[in-house]
T-cell receptor, first 111, second 114 residues
Framework: GESVGLHLPTLSVQEGDNSIINCAYS??????FIWYKQESGKGPQFIID?????DKRQGQRVTVLLNKTVKHLSLQIAATQPGDSAVYFC??????????FGKGTMLLVSP | DSGVTQTPKHLITATGQRVTLRCSPR?????VYWYQQSLDQGLQFLIQ???????AKGNILERFSAQQFPDLHSELNLSSLELGDSALYFC?????????????FGAGTRLSVL
C-alpha cells in the first residue's frame, strides 16, 4: 500500500556534525510534507514543513529538501547538538486525506 | 509547550473497562485529531473533528468513539478495552479543517491495560 518510510532507523552523529535524515514516500500525489521531532516522553513537535511547489525550505538550523522526481524528502540539521537527540518523523499529505506518518528515525548525538 | 492539553497523563485500567481521554486544543484552533502510537505501529491516525463535526476517520476501532464539544475540547472514549489497546494516545490541533496546516501535538496519555 501507499506509505511513507525512512531509510535508516538509527543515526548516530557527533556533536557539531551536520545530520541528514532521509524519508521516501511512495505516492506522487502527495503535496504537503512535515517533519516532527519526538523526544522521549513527549508529543511530536513541529520542525518544518514544505509544499510540493518548493524544492527547499530553511528554518533555524534545519533545511528540508524535496526531490519529487525520486519521491524523496530529507531533513538536514546543522551543527547537531545533544538536545537534537530524538526520533524524527516525516509525514505526508495528499489531497483531502490526513497526514500519514513514517516509522521514524532515531537520532543519537554524542558529546 | 504546544498549547494542546491532554488529561490524564497516565491511565492504568483492566481489560473490559472503559476510559475517556480529554483534549483541549490550542486557543483558536478548530480542528482536533486523535492518534494512537504503539511500538510496532508508529503514529496511527484515528479521527479528526472540525468545529464539532467529524471530518475524517482513520484506523479507529468500533469500540472507540470521539466527540468535539461546543467549546472545542474533545474526548476519546475507549471501551471494552483489550491488552492490545495499551499505547500512547495523542491529540493534535490545527487552525482549520485543512490537513495542510501544521498540527500541534499534546504530550499524550499513556494507557496501560492490564
Amino acid at each position: 500500500g501507499e506509505s511513507v518510510g525512512l531509510h535508516l532507523p538509527t543515526l548516530s552523529v557527533q556533536e557539531g556534525d551536520n545530520s541528514i535524515i532521509n524519508c521516501a514516500y511512495s505516492n506522487s500525489a502527495s503535496d504537503y510534507f512535515i517533519w516532527y521531532k519526538q523526544e522521549s516522553g513527549k508529543g511530536p513537535q513541529f520542525i518544518i514543513d514544505i509544499r510540493s511547489n518548493m524544492d527547499k525550505r530553511q528554518g533555524q538550523r534545519v533545511t528540508v529538501l524535496l526531490n519529487k522526481t525520486v519521491k524523496h524528502l530529507s531533513l538536514q540539521i546543522a551543527a547537531t547538538q545533544p538536545g537534537d537527540s530524538a526520533v524524527y518523523f516525516c509525514a505526508e499529505n495528499r489531497g483531502y486525506s490526513t497526514l500519514t506518518f513514517g516509522k521514524g528515525t532515531m537520532l543519537l548525538v554524542s558529546p | 509547550d504546544s498549547g494542546v492539553t491532554q488529561t490524564p497523563k497516565h491511565l492504568i485500567t483492566a481489560t473490559g473497562q472503559r476510559v475517556t481521554l480529554r483534549c483541549s486544543p490550542r486557543s483558536g484552533d478548530l480542528s482536533v485529531y486523535w492518534y494512537q502510537q504503539s511500538l510496532d505501529q508508529g503514529l496511527q491516525f484515528l479521527i479528526q473533528y472540525y468545529n464539532g463535526e467529524e471530518r475524517a476517520k482513520g484506523n479507529i476501532l468500533e469500540r472507540f468513539s470521539a466527540q468535539q464539544f461546543p467549546d472545542l475540547h474533545s474526548e476519546l472514549n475507549l471501551s471494552s478495552l483489550e491488552l492490545g489497546d495499551s499505547a500512547l494516545y495523542f491529540c493534535a490541533s490545527s487552525v482549520s479543517g485543512s490537513t495542510k496546516n501544521i498540527q500541534y501535538f499534546g504530550a499524550g496519555t499513556r494507557l496501560s491495560v492490564l
